[in-house]
């Protein structure tokens, strides 16, 4: 049974979506959503939360929020960054630089640990719980056949060693913990559009679509399958 949720990054395209699905899927859990900016319309059992992510204190408070009442089944956390208006992925070597690297890392690898630092805590020990965060498959090494996106790939695999190493740690004390990256195909969405160009609209997903299937997924895990990376189609991506 699922009765307390956590979404943090829920103002994004996945993010919102999954908000949505988990609404409708478990009408009588609470929902947790953390976001910058509030959304305009929630269900009743949704409450909202404005979340600092550059603030390790205000992540820790939102922790304690989520679980003040009961400790929580099912944690997502679906931030990230690709590219801004001062940042596309490199294509080569020339195009690397510190300050890119810093912005990349930030968001896509740091804050999900410190994500993780508060609120793995807080999953629930008598019952199965799933602590998951939206990775991507240019985060494994074994897959990389086209080079490029350094600083990405490097976050995205960086943050699937922050992923087995807390299954690791996580595990030696609350065993019904399910710890899970997730990769949700390309998705429909501002992150992805200045790359959508060479993508089959068969390979290109909407929001919905991709958070579906990334909850069937997450429903048919099981404590084996903690510490590891599945694409939205069931599939274990390789590290």
Known sequence: MVNNIAIIGSSGAIGSAFTQQLARLHPDAT??????????????????????YNSEACIEESASLASKESPLDMVIVATGILHNVELMPEKSLRDLSAEKFKIVFEANTILPALIAKHFLSKLNRDNRS??????????????????GWYSYRASKAALNMIIKNSAIEIGR??????IVGLHPGTVDSNLSKPFQGNVPDENLFTPDFSAKKLLEVLENLTTESSGKCFAWDGKEVKP
């Not at 976001?35 to 600092?52: F, G, K, Q, V």
């Open 173 to 178: 004390r609350n065993r019904q913990a399910i």
């Open 31 to 52: 929902i947790h959503a953390f976001s910058r900016n509030e959304p305009e319309e929630l269900a009743d059992h949704i409450i909202h939360y404005t979340i600092d």
């Open 130 to 147: 799933i602590f998951a965060v939206l990775s991507a498959r240019v985060g494994s090494i074994s897959d990389n056949r086209l080079g």
